[in-house]
Every structure is written in C-alpha cells, then in structure tokens.
C-alpha cells in the first residue's frame, strides 16, 4: 500500500482527522491517534490496535506488522512495513485502530 492510499483510506472512516505528531502526518478520531504515517521513516506506518488485534496481525502477517518495541508496543501501537503489508489486511487493521479509539457513539 502506497502512503497516499493509507491517508485515503484513514480519511474515508468517520470523523477522521490528519494532524501533524513530531513532524509527521497522524489520523485521529475524537482527537486520539489512531494511525500515523512517516515514522521512522517514510517506508513506514502505525496503527494503534487493541493487544487481540495487534496480537492476530502480527502472527497473520509478520512481514507487514510488528510491535513497536516497549511501552508504545505494549499499548497496541504497531508498525507497519506499507510495501509488505498486504492491503486487505492493511485496511483492516486501519480499521480496528479507529473502532479500537473511536467514541463508542460512532460504533452504533
């Protein structure tokens, strides 16, 4: 996946926001980040997902998602390798970050 389409797709779920977060591009929903683009560099994206969520697709696909390391990992951030992350799966896990941060009344 390209970062124009990630930034698309974040963009299409509702209520979604870009920001910008130490230079780099963040979606947010209700003012959270759920996703950014660009860190630590521009091979590179982030979904923040529940532990179950970052748990399945790290083991379904390892070569498009991995926990980012210590306590950002520990709570659901995971990085994203956008060339290898297949792009069904990738807008799933888009997904799943925004249910997993949106406000309960956008989940009706």
């Keep these: 996946m390209t970062p124009a389409a990630f930034r698309k797709f974040a963009l299409s779920l509702p209520e979604t926001e870009e920001r910008q977060h130490m230079n780099h591009p963040d979606f947010r929903v209700a003012g959270k980040i759920f996703a950014t683009l660009g860190y630590p560099d521009k091979t590179r994206g982030m979904v923040k997902l529940s532990p179950e969520d970052q748990h399945n697709f790290s083991k379904n696909y390892p070569e498009g998602f991995i926990p980012v390391r210590g306590t950002w990992g520990r709570r659901g951030a995971t990085s994203v390798y956008l060339k290898a992350a297949d792009k069904d799966?990738?807008?799933?896990?888009?997904?799943?970050?925004?249910?997993?941060?949106?406000?309960?009344?956008?989940?009706?």
């Design 89 to 108: 799966a990738l807008e799933q896990a888009i997904r799943a970050a925004w249910c997993f941060n949106a406000p309960k009344r956008l989940l009706k």
